[in-house]
């Protein structure tokens, strides 16, 4: 499961807890936030959050890609690159060839 599902997932509960968290900086600060600032304020930090995790999975998914380029994990041959084929399989024996033509 990805970090960006897990957040997407639980986005009520992450909103509740920045609102929690606002409330109990207000308390402790003495501050009082109006109904419209907290809405704006906890979109904006649930926004960062889910843009945040969506730049960690992708940043991690094409670490991994470039990774297993490296390693061999991928055949590239004229243009065409086989995810995950290995290069003894039999599939990667098969041979087509055209009978000979003779011509008399």
């Known amino acids: 499961m990805a970090i960006s599902d897990a957040?997407?997932?639980?986005?009520?509960?992450?909103?509740?807890?920045?609102?929690?968290?606002?409330?109990?900086?207000?308390?402790?600060?003495?501050?009082?936030?109006?109904?419209?600032?907290?809405?704006?304020?906890?979109?904006?930090?649930?926004?960062?959050?889910l843009v945040a995790s969506l730049a960690w999975d992708v940043s991690r998914k094409a670490t991994k890609a470039l990774m297993a380029r490296e390693a061999g994990h991928e055949i590239c041959r004229g243009g065409i690159c086989w995810h995950g084929v290995a290069v003894k399989s039999?599939?990667?024996?098969?041979?087509?060839?055209?009978?000979?033509?003779?011509?008399l």
């Open 90 to 103: 039999p599939a990667s024996q098969i041979r087509f060839r055209l009978p000979q033509h003779r011509y």
């Open 7 to 49: 957040v997407l997932g639980n986005l009520t509960t992450l909103y509740l807890l920045i609102i929690a968290a606002m409330k109990v900086y207000g308390l402790a600060t003495g501050r009082s936030f109006t109904g419209s600032c907290v809405i704006i304020l906890s979109t904006a930090v649930v926004a960062l959050i």
